[in-house]
């Protein structure tokens, strides 16, 4: 891939995506990474440079670049605070907005690439972030350290990217381990079920709905089998046990049908849940 784009193409879009320079968030002590000069990249760091080996970045840089990527190719200046107050009666003295650095990408080319990194998530590597009903985008790194000029053996840090929603994303998570003991030294392994958690948490602190229309995600042996439940309000007993089969049920109350059930008509949940019937006349 490198040697088809060339040096200069591929090293302009390093640049365009703010990889070598800083990035002017509101935080002291900010890096710029190590990026080859141009000058100085000849066919084996053109080749190490495409895979992402021999160069350095920094994680607000590489959060800056995702979220051009998938947010239609605008590149914004990152901040952490929103507003400065005045301490005695909170009124905001000054308010920072977002700052448009430059254009990358054209809309076409993230969505294009939006897809892709769903298809990391459902199909490839990034399975273990998959959550079922949510679309997810991921991808998964893995950096090997240098000490003293020198590659480290079995000595990495190991993280993974994400976006929610994938078609619409709100979010974008950077998770990262450094060394990662007594584990298969995989990013699929280690750090994309941790970011399936906290992506968890920000699905519902953002108040992220379910959506229709997600990659159908490849079915591991090891992958829980999920079931839509059915809506059996004002069914029988009898129709109750054959519609929610073969799912566990525990019935409350008294009566001959079912007047409130727990979860929901038409939630998608695990093979081994339980579904809680109310019984009423």
Known sequence: MGQLLGKETLFSYIDLFGFGSKTGIDLNGEGKGIIFPLDKVGELELATTAFGQGVSVTPIQQVTAVSAVVNGGSLYEPYIVKNFLEPETDTVIKKVSKKLV???????????????????VARGGGKYAYIDGYRIGGKTGTAQKVENGRYLVN???????????????????????????KTALLSSYTTAPIARRILLDIIEALDIPKQEGAIEKVKQWDDPIYYTVPNVIGMSVKEATKALYPLEIEYTGTGDKVIEQSPSAFEKVKSTSKVRLLLGS
């Open 102 to 120: 430059r254009n990358t990408i054209s809309k076409k080319t993230s969505d294009t690439m939006r897809y892709a990194l769903e298809s990391v």
């Open 155 to 181: 000595n990495y840090i190991m993280s993974f990217m994400a976006v929610v929603p994938a078609n619409d994303p709100k979010a974008v998570l950077y998770v990262a381990i450094d060394n990662p003991k």
